[in-house]
């Protein structure tokens, strides 16, 4: 039995510009730095992120398929849409996903060479 069959999943808050969530299921935090331009199924561990003030069940851990971890100062985004980004501001051992797909680590952009 999964630990998703133990508790009532609470629903991801608003996920707007500024918005600071937290995993249910691990120490991830991140800030939303772009909110997506259509809904989100924000979550971390296969659970729903929660807003920071919201109580967090006990005993909860991630689902071992999305177990990869999130990376401290890392932008991560989906994989078909870079237009939505959140930063990772405190590392934890969920993956974070829309649903169950994995977001992906934005890539830097390469600075002009000053040639």
Do not use: H, W
């Amino acid at each position: 039995m999964s630990n998703t069959d133990n508790a009532a999943t609470p629903a991801t808050p608003a996920v707007r510009t500024g918005a600071r969530l937290r995993s249910q299921v691990c120490t991830t935090e991140v800030i939303v730095v772009r909110p997506p331009a259509g809904g989100i199924d924000l979550t971390c561990g296969g659970r729903p992120m929660l807003a920071m003030d919201a109580e967090v069940p006990e005993g909860l851990a991630p689902e071992p398929e999305l177990a990869g971890g999130a990376l401290l100062g890392k932008r991560y985004t989906l994989a078909a849409d870079d237009t939505f980004e959140v930063l990772v501001t405190k590392a934890g051992a969920g993956t974070l996903a829309d649903g169950g797909e994995p977001l992906v680590v934005k890539e830097a952009k390469a600075l002009p060479a000053s040639d």
